[in-house]
């Protein structure tokens, strides 16, 4: 069965000119051109993952509205911004809110195609009915790899499919520091290294918001990031 992309998009020659394009490559395709009939679409049958403009119309941040209520009804529901605005505060409140990768209007349809299929990989692994591990346990911290559900000293952690392999790769290996390719590659991710820094700040403020006290992330300056010992 095709995979589902929501696409919100409100300029009409953009929102068919992707819709045929993905199409092409095998997805189906819902689109919406604005926050209200996609967020009441998506409440009744949710997507396989959402490409999401920032400005909607009139509704100048819809796109981070939708964002946010699109979390709130599923935490491991694959997120893409795909817009005009590339402000760095842009990209930032984005990540912030939720979404798993963040991309420019101007982005080639094959790397837009490679972003997709990335997060697809990674919901598939999501699926597996026997990872090779059911539970990673780090002190404080517990990932169940079967319901990708984090706690730390027992309290829910809500992180994202990308946040929560990110979190795993690290954790796995406490002490050994990860670059950010070793990151991209194990969290199955393909973005640049302001987008894997924005992750990693918006993890630790996820911990911190049920442990104010949280320091388990490490940044090795000039290398990347450690899991500590």
């Avoid at 009409?12 to 394009?21: F, K, L, Q, T, V």
């Avoid at 993905?22 to 051109?33: D, F, I, S, T």
């Avoid at 392999?165 to 290996?173: D, I, N, Y």
Wanted: with cysteine; proline share 3%; aromatic share 8%.
């Amino acid at each position: 069965m095709a995979r589902r992309i929501a696409l919100v998009e409100d300029d009409p020659a953009i929102r068919a000119n992707y819709s045929e394009a993905l199409r092409k490559h095998g997805y189906e395709v819902a689109a919406y051109a604005g926050r209200e009939e996609a967020l009441k679409a998506m409440k009744t049958r949710l997507p396989d993952l959402a490409i999401i403009d920032i400005g909607l119309g009139s509704d100048v941040d819809g796109g981070f509205a939708l964002c946010r209520d699109l979390r709130a009804l599923s935490v491991h529901l694959p997120i893409i911004f795909l817009t005009a605005r590339d402000s760095d505060f842009d990209v930032v409140a984005g990540l912030r809110l939720g979404a798993d990768d963040y991309l420019t209007k101007d982005v080639s349809l094959p790397h837009l195609t490679a972003r997709i299929a990335a997060l697809f990989r990674r919901s598939e692994l999501a699926r597996e009915t026997q990872p090779i591990e059911e539970r990673l346990e780090r002190g404080p911290l517990s990932l169940d790899l079967k319901r990708f559900s984090v706690t730390w000293n027992g309290a829910p952690v809500a992180l994202t499919l990308t946040e929560f392999w990110m979190v795993h790769a690290l954790a796995k290996h406490p002490g050994h520091v990860k670059n950010r390719d070793q990151l991209m590659h194990d969290a199955n991710l393909v973005v640049d290294d302001a987008t894997i820094t924005s992750h990693v700040k918006r993890m630790r403020r996820k911990f911190q918001a049920v442990d104010t006290d949280f320091d388990a992330i490490d940044t090795v300056y000039g290398m990347g990031y450690r899991w500590k010992e």
